[in-house]
């Protein structure tokens, strides 16, 4: 379903359309849900890449695909990676945001719960 939903964005709006990069950040989740972590890797990477061009790489979704592809980076055991986009994503929200915006707070939970592990 998820496939068939980032197909029509990309027909209607294109690939670099804020829209569909949300498509595929979703995708992605599923596929980390489903335990494919390197295609879930991949389509995060690609919607990481076509926020930063399409919004900047301060704008809280850019951030959150950081984030995702930080869990995405653990779950692969790819510890170093993943300390490198929580720390990114943390910096990158208290500066867009603030300390204290919910955003923010997540990225401090994930990056804590990395360095526990």
Same mark, same amino acid.
């Not at 494919?36 to 979704?61: F, I, Q, S």
């Not at 994503?89 to 204290?100: D, N, Q, Y």
């Given at each position: 379903?998820n496939?068939?939903?980032l ?6 709006l ?5 829209s %569909?990069? *949300?498509?595929?950040?979703n995708?992605?989740?599923? /596929?980390r849900?489903?335990?494919?972590y390197?295609a879930?890797?991949a389509? &995060? ?8 061009k399409?919004l ?5 979704? +850019?951030? *959150?695909s950081?984030? &995702?592809? @930080? ?5 692969q055991k790819?510890?170093?990676? @993943? ?9 990158g929200?208290e500066k867009?945001?603030?300390?204290e915006h919910?955003? %923010?707070? +997540?990225?401090?939970?994930c990056f804590a719960y990395? /360095?526990?592990?």
């Amino acid at each position: 379903m998820n496939r068939r939903a980032l197909e029509g964005y990309e027909k209607a709006l294109g690939k670099e359309h804020p829209s %569909t990069l *949300t498509s595929v950040n979703n995708l992605a989740g599923m /596929l980390r849900a489903q335990g494919k972590y390197e295609a879930a890797e991949a389509m &995060n990477r690609r919607a990481l890449e076509g926020r930063e061009k399409a919004l900047g790489k301060e704008h809280p979704d +850019t951030l *959150t695909s950081v984030s &995702n592809l @930080a869990v995405v980076l653990e779950s692969q055991k790819k510890y170093e990676a @993943a300390e490198a986009m929580n720390r990114r994503a943390l910096e990158g929200s208290e500066k867009a945001l603030g300390k204290e915006h919910p955003n %923010t707070l +997540t990225s401090v939970y994930c990056f804590a719960y990395l /360095l526990h592990h």
